[in-house]
Nanobody
């Protein structure tokens, strides 16, 4: 059974940084396309960033491009999200996910979800 466990969330002031981590167990991590999504209260879950199984390709939502960086370590079975220049509108619960297809950003393409980690950005 595949499991994803996120960590690294917290409270940070606007302009600050956080690094989220997602640890995977079960399955063959090095074959998975991975992604990060987020969900703010009262809003739908939305795509944030994705990385291909090899780590050679990445893409981002326009709202985070230039501020967030997704990366992975296949040997450690981890995927990361470095978040810089955080804004209050980045406040949400962030979810790690295994995606069926790298280039599809919809939540319907997700095969497995983690339980999420809360990120709160104060103004």
């Amino acid at each position: 059974q595949v499991q994803l466990v996120e960590s690294g969330g917290g409270l940070v002031q606007a302009g600050g940084s956080l690094r989220l981590s997602c640890a995977a167990s079960g399955g063959t991590f090095s074959s998975y396309n991975m992604g990060w999504f987020r969900q703010a209260p009262g809003k739908e879950r939305e795509f944030v960033a994705a990385i291909s199984w090899s780590g050679g390709s990445t893409y981002y939502a326009d709202s985070v491009k230039g501020r967030f960086t997704i990366s992975r370590d296949n040997a450690k079975k981890r995927v990361y999200l470095q978040m810089n220049s955080l804004k209050p509108e980045d406040t949400a619960r962030y979810y790690c996910a295994i995606k069926q297809r790298f280039s599809v950003s919809g939540t319907g393409d997700v095969l497995y979800w983690g339980q999420g980690t809360q990120v709160t950005v104060s103004s």
